[in-house]
């Protein structure tokens, strides 16, 4: 079942590079992680990649396959034609370390700058009560494995450079959302993600739920329902007749914004 | 200089005089999985200056694939559930050669610690009530573990790196520790490290570290771990002086995918057994009935009938073998293969596809779902999956003090899977991820309250450790040698595979140990392409060394016990040997060359009266 892959993988760091041709035997079941790892053991031992679980869960093997952001160990070969050539490049939106390595930080910063989860007290007996449904919701969110593929893909920062200190991107919009419908919390992040996360700048074009290798809806569920909970703030008059007649969420009442 | 990272800490640029940056800690803590996570955590919260520094990115390490969940006898599912049931429980698995007091504090303080976690923001499965769920796994005798679908770890892992940023504890990510610094009294002083972008060196100066690596299973070629674990923590341990114990205690976990060849090894979560899965033979046999061992009788259903009554009704019913402690399990499984019972592809099968239905195992095991889905062109919901033992904990570790987790070195830590004693000699499913936050906050906590004590009169970091680390970390770009890592770290993984697997004999054990002889001086002449900006093969230099060294230890250890015991099974001794080798654990210490390992026994702590009557 073997064949000779035709691979080309981008080598350089931030002063420039080039994409290198090689050559590699590949057998059936493979991912392009596996071809990759054996051109580092018997071509190019310093080719620079990052990887950890080989399962698609931890998020570290984001690159661009054929153009295409991917998670390289589950991108099967036999997605593609034996003939073919296949291409890796890093990640676009994240400057160049070494070859298939970026710069993430970026990500990390916007992590940090949002502020955390702020519970109440627990109950009497020291527990803590929720309703599965309502957990649900935000465990939806919370299979994101960080592996940043849609803050890579977002047009809003992919090649605008300019925007990124002004928004934190999808897979933070998630994080918001994540918190606004968690049962538990206290603080209301509306304003917060509206503004300094620059919720505003998204138009919902779904680039970013199209590369999610968790699957997950992240503008249907995450990005619009927050939207419509930032307008709902403001007293859209809409909004505010939903509410009256019963329509409105409830999950920011009693909250203290942040 | 440099725009340093304000997040990372990471130095974007070279022009650091002299390439070496310092940083002054109370506390460093190595690895950032969920151990170290709740070190710097607890270490952070008493008021120590805290850094946690680990190989790759936050959020990245080992615990988030973890997948069934964390044990904890909060009693959600089960009111008759209690620390002395959970305390049993672990005993019994690790055939009792459980440090007796780690297991003691384990049960006790874990329900505690989860419910910490919902407090920080984890969201787990709730019971009907609301309460936090509790699932059944192996060897525990109620259904006690805290979870989240089968992504139980990247919950765990999410939670508390999202704490660790909102508390604004130091993070250096991708940044490799390769020796700890001692004073001239021999106590700790800090750490030497490299950054993996850039090459360059750093010296942490700290009166406390905490080592929290993680494990050695890369030594293995079938294992469910990655890159990462090469035993680092192990070794710097050893290399600082600190003792290993239990190292001959390797869990091979029974099931592992087995085809496509690519992802030989990867974890299918003892959760598809817990919730329903059983295991048969190419006859279609459920063949676990045949492999019930003494030990167990009175608490495993010996008939199908009773075993599938068991999900529904606990009460009136014993658990189904399938759900005995792992080393049970995979010896059986391997067993069946050997005796030509296999699948297709040299596994037997596990089958939830015809006892529930495609609903509920979506929804019980969505990433094993996709996993088999994804990878293997397989849809568990219609048919068995292919299954084998993988290489997946070493119970074995850096041997420490039960309350404080404090090693044989003066202000040396060491929590989570790189510490030994806890498990004993078989570790139970989901008590790794309550280990990790009961003596990781401990140990934070032990680690804060030194550096705390010391006042200004600190250890200081020598000169010349410095520079002897730094020519130890360079070597390999100045050998002129002949040899390729990459090949080394093979030879060493396939043949601890074949001779230091999961049955064991004195000949291959023997001959293991001639084999690390050769890849040790094979290592020596190894020589690496290229320069020091994020390279992989000079990385993996650095780590071999950590893994002949491990690898070592548990051939020696495997070799002078002289029994079978949880995850220790010798074909030419079969027996479990309680009077001989029931009360004494082995312990490695490097030798005088600092290259080899020198093997001693020492007796296991006596478990006190008032214990000992869980047992009777
Ligand atoms: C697939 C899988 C599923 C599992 N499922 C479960 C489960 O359901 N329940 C359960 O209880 N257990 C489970 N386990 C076991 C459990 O996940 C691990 O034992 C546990 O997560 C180990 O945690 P840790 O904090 O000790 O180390 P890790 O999470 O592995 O973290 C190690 C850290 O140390 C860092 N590090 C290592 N060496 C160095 C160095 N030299 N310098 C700097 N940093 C370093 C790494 O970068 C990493 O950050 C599972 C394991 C696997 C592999
Ligand atoms: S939907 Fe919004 S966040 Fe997602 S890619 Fe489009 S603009 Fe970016
Ligand atoms: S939301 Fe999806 S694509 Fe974005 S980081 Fe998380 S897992 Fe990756
Ligand atoms: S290596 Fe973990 S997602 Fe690919």
Redesign the interface.
Known sequence: MGYRLKMRIWRG?QSGGDLGDYEVEV?????VL?AIHRV???QA????????????????CSAEINGRPRLMC?T?LSDFDPVETVTVTPMRSFPV???L?T???FN??K??ELP??A?PP?DAD???????VD?ER??EF?????CFLCQNTCHVVRDHEENKPAFAGPRFFLRYAE?DM?PLDTHDRRQLAQGAAGLGMCNITKCCTEVCPENIKITDNAIIPMKERVVDRKFDPLVWLGSKIGLRNRDNDGRTEV | MSDRHPMTGNEMSGSEPGGLERHQYDVVVVGAGGAGLRAAIAAHDAGARTAIVCKSLLGKAHTVMAEGGIAAAMGNRWPEDNWEVHFRDTMRGGKMLNNWRMAQLHAQEAPERVMELEDWGALFDRTEDGLISQRDFGGHKYARLAHVGDRTGLEMIRTLQQRAVALGIDVFMECTVTELLKDGSGSIAGAFAYWRETGRFVVFEAPSVVLATGGIGKSFKVTSNSWEYTGDGHALALRAGASLINMEFVQFHPTGMVWPPSVKGLLVTESVRGDGGILKNSDGKRFMFDYIPEFFKAETADTIEEADRWYDDKKNNRRPPELLPRDEVARAINSEIKAGRGSPHGGIFLDIASRRTPDYIRKRLPSMYHQFKELADVDITQEPMEIGPTCHYVMGGIEVDPDTELAAVPGLYAVGECSGGMHGSNRLGGNSLSDLLVFGRRAGEAAAARADSMGQSRPTVRDDDVRAAQASALAPFDVEGDENPYAIQHDLQQSMNDLVGIIRTRGELEQSLQEIEKLKERAKRMTVEGHRQYNPGWHLAIDLRNMLLVSECIAKAALAREESRGGHTRDDFPQTDHEVWGTKNLVCNVDATGAGIDLSEKPLPVMPDELKKYFD
């Open positions: 760091d057998s059936e079941g493979e991912v596996d580092q053991a018997t031992g310093d080719l620079a990649v990052r990887w950890n679980c080989k399962a698609g869960k931890c998020g570290s589950m099967r370390i070494r070859d390595v710069d993430v930080s990390y910063e992590a940090s955390s989860f519970p627990r020291g527990k803590r009560r929720m309703a599965q957990v935000g465990q919370r299979k994101c494995i960080e918190l968690h």
